[in-house]
């Protein structure tokens, strides 16, 4: 292939996504999950920095500028989703870069930035308001930063310093970027003998970056330990009251999950219902449909002084069959991500206790604690099914580690055997792209 060949059809994707993301933005695509929470404390300054939340202040610190500059009107919301979907889309375009070195066929890594351009969950949440949408972004800049500091032959103090500070706002960004605290702690502590740290430069590695993203989380508990809201009291299943999602739910697929192959809509709750589906099959129906209904039509005028919520919104009869498609074909990549992580984790382990950690080890520890943090208290939070805690919009930066892996054990342990499958890979996911971009437009 062309060396300049990717990159051209990695920027015809992107501008593709882009005018896709503005044509849904323009009827209502901002409108997500808790948008009228998002939109108060984006507008209402006593509000962005209410510990009582779910949601660190960051995003509503940055975003509140936008509002006293364009004014109290649907601009503001429309303004901010577009440019939302610009920052996703040009941290893409250096993810590609990125993973590129990580590949042997390049038809793989084009096939695997197609995919990731056109995912119906990262488009749809790029766009929708609230700080979810800035998690992709920021985990690409972690992604370099650390780069920067682990896989180059000297490792100046400033950009481990830079590290602490990306990370640091990561975390007022997002509570779940907490997970890389321990994890980048112990990549350096592993690290430390292996490559022949110099003590001083092992704890200068750990203060400078590890110091303003713990101050920040200790203050952020402490902050909301004082504070009254559902973060604080609502939050965690109360003592006798049984989890709608048990470890059972969130380990073991069922045979219910064959019903999430019609396409079901969330807000007709039979998909909320308790102990029905498992954590695998929820997930990937929100990873290759849109359940919510966010990308589709709003049945009422957008107006930003009434409650706006997903459930005005109204899906096209025709669509339910094409996102069922979306799902059925899914199926190839879910399974290959189940196996390429199990794969690669066990390589980046590996590597970890020899010291030689490669870009693709990095992505997918750092995936893997993103997706543990979210993953493991499901059980002990309140409604965890009801309140959907399974909705894969939690774990986006944890799902670019889990398709990487997926591509990179088609590339590394599928293609090298059969010829013709790079081919192949990329016919498919070309279908799956025009599947996916029918059901959003």
Request: aromatic share 14%; charged share 15%; hydrophobic share 50%.
């Amino acid at each position: 292939m062309n060396p300049r060949g990717p990159r051209i059809l990695w920027a015809l994707a992107l501008a593709f996504a882009f005018v896709l993301s503005i044509r849904a933005v323009l009827r209502g695509g901002y409108i997500g999950p808790d948008y009228h929470t998002h939109l108060s404390r984006l507008i209402q300054w006593p509000k962005v920095f209410d510990f009582s939340a779910t949601n660190p202040p960051i995003y509503y610190l940055l975003g509140h500028p936008f509002f006293l500059l364009i004014g109290s009107s649907n601009y503001f919301p429309i303004t901010l989703s577009i440019l939302q979907v610009a920052i996703n889309l040009v941290a893409l375009w250096f993810f590609f870069g990125y993973t590129q070195p990580c590949f042997r066929s390049s038809l793989i890594h084009s096939a695997f930035c197609l995919f990731l351009v056109f995912l119906p969950v990262r488009v749809i949440h790029a766009a929708t308001i609230g700080p979810d949408s800035m998690t992709v972004p920021l985990f690409v800049l972690l992604l370099f930063v650390l780069d920067s500091v682990l896989l180059s032959e000297r490792s100046p103090l400033p950009n481990t310093a830079f590290l602490g500070l990306a990370l640091g706002v990561a975390v007022w960004v997002k509570y779940s970027f907490m997970a890389l605290i321990p994890t980048l702690l112990l990549v350096f502590f592993v690290l430390w003998p292996k490559r022949r740290w110099k003590i001083g430069r092992f704890f200068a590695t750990c203060v400078l970056s590890l110091a303003v993203p713990c101050a920040l989380s200790i203050h952020s508990f402490w902050a909301s330990s004082r504070a009254h809201g559902y973060n604080t009291e609502k939050h965690w299943v109360q003592k006798g009251i049984p989890p709608d999602m048990t470890y059972r739910d969130l380990l073991l697929v069922k045979t219910n999950d064959l019903r999430l192959f019609r396409a079901p809509e969330y807000f007709k709750r039979e998909i909320l219902l308790p102990h029905r589906y498992s954590y695998l099959g929820l997930s990937h129906m929100g990873v290759f449909t849109d359940p919510m209904n966010l990308f589709q039509d709003l049945s009422v005028p957008q107006n930003i002084g009434r409650v706006l919520i997903p459930d005005q919104k109204t899906r096209r009869a025709w669509k339910t069959p094409v996102m069922s498609a979306s799902m059925s074909l899914g199926i190839i990549w879910t399974v290959s991500a189940l196996i390429g992580t199990a794969w690669l984790l066990v390589s980046a382990f590996c590597r970890l206790t020899k010291g030689d950690l490669e870009r693709e080890h990095i992505t997918i520890l750092l995936g893997t604690a993103y997706f543990l943090l979210m993953f493991l208290p499901i059980p002990f939070v309140h409604g965890g099914a009801l309140f959907g805690y399974w909705t894969p919009r939690l774990i986006l930066s944890a799902l670019l580690s889990f398709y990487l892996a997926a591509f990179l054990f088609i590339d590394r342990k599928i293609a090298r055997r059969l010829e013709g499958i790079p081919y192949a890979v990329l016919l498919l996911v070309s279908i799956q792209c025009v599947i996916e971009v029918v059901m959003l437009i």
